[in-house]
């Protein structure tokens, strides 16, 4: 069975602390790994990583991919208010999602 | 653009009561998908559909049938529904398999409680 695993599970840091998420994955057939980020609604796509090594970079955040190890990190910088939400990774394969981080950036 | 448009937003069901919930994307994307969300929680995935008239089963199918008689439409149906169907279900759409690097967008969100 596909497994995907997020830690921590919730963090609350303050405005300007640099955070990093993790995401751990068991999947069969994997194909990627996508990072979305939801607020109050629905998810948004963040990245999407495929190959070992190579960082994806989006303004303060970047994500990079071990295929190796199994597992991806998703860095953000310079946290701002506006970064608080729930960040989901998934494992393709079948798009298995892991349970999320919940992000608190406090002023 | 409309993009992925779900409706009902929120739905009250009793408990053995059926109810369809309706998807339609306007992206001409091949490849959709029910989620089911329950609080605190990842997205667990119901059905899939890689393009008109083929549906296959994800994670948790069970107590939901799909259908996918045009590109546009993806309709999931609750039969009998219980509580344990509690949960904010999503649909999404993609050009291409999220494997395959096909990002998804997602509709709102449906609400859903089973009293």
């Known amino acids: 069975e596909d497994k995907v695993v997020q830690s921590p599970l919730s963090l609350v840091v303050h405005e300007g602390d640099t955070v990093t998420l993790n995401c751990s994955y068991e999947v069969t057939n994997f194909r990627s790994l996508l990072w979305y980020k939801q607020e109050k609604k629905a998810p948004t796509f963040l990245f999407m990583l495929t190959s070992s090594g190579i960082e994806k970079k989006s303004g303060r955040l970047s994500s990079i991919l071990d295929k190796k190890e199994l597992f991806s990190i998703l860095n953000i910088t310079a946290t701002q208010t506006g970064d608080s939400a729930v960040y989901l990774c998934a494992g393709a394969g079948k798009s298995t999602f892991g349970d999320g981080t919940t992000l608190t950036v406090k002023p | 653009n409309a993009g992925v448009t779900q409706t009902p937003k929120f739905r009250i069901l009793k408990i053995g009561q059926s109810m369809t919930l309706q998807c339609t994307q306007d992206m001409n994307h091949n490849y959709m998908y029910w989620y089911r969300q329950d609080p605190g929680m990842g997205l667990k995935l119901i059905y899939y559909?890689?393009?008109?008239?083929?549906?296959d089963k994800g994670e948790v199918p069970n107590g939901y049938n799909v259908s996918r008689s045009t590109t546009e439409d993806f309709p999931l149906r609750l039969e009998l529904a219980a509580p344990s169907q509690t949960s904010v279900y999503f649909c999404?759409?993609?050009?291409?398999?999220?494997?395959?690097?096909?990002?998804?967008?997602f509709g709102q969100g449906t609400r859903l409680t089973v009293v």
């Open positions: 559909s890689v393009g008109a008239g083929i549906t």
């Open positions: 999404a759409s993609s050009y291409r398999g999220t494997g395959d690097g096909g990002e998804a967008f």
